[in-house]
């Protein structure tokens, strides 16, 4: 149900924008996850954009050079990594929590919390 696309490879500084398509259910009830895992690391939460899109989190890791958006019309979340690190090198997943309603969104950044995953796609950053 996610597809998570747009991974690359970049040099430091770089920028690439990875895309976390839904399908199969309605987006509006997804909040959505980023989260990356690196060779030989545990999974480490990126970013989380709620329901509606109006409240965001970040990892302190990426806060200022990473945006998370979503875009209803195309049932998509999108990240938008600016300034990339080689310690940005990962997999990364896109997940979703589905909302529950009468419960107010907060950012999810435990991988279990999160009921469906898509894919991974590889970023790597040459210094």
């Known amino acids: 149900q996610l597809q998570a696309s747009g991974g690359g490879s970049v040099q430091a500084g770089g920028s690439l924008s990875l895309s976390c398509a839904a399908s199969g259910r309605a987006f509006a009830s997804f909040a959505i996850g980023w989260f990356r895992q690196a060779p030989g690391k545990d999974s480490e939460f990126v970013a989380a954009?709620?329901?509606?899109?109006?409240?965001?989190y970040y990892a302190d890791s990426v806060k200022v050079r990473f945006t998370i958006s979503r875009d209803s019309a195309k049932n998509t979340v999108y990240l938008q990594m600016n300034s990339l690190k080689p310690e940005d090198t990962a997999v990364y997943y896109c997940a979703a929590d589905v909302r529950v309603y009468g419960r107010s969104w907060y950012a999810k950044v435990i991988p279990n919390q999160y009921e469906y995953w898509g894919q991974g796609t590889q970023v790597t950053v040459s210094s």
């Open positions: 954009i709620s329901w509606t899109g109006d409240s965001t």
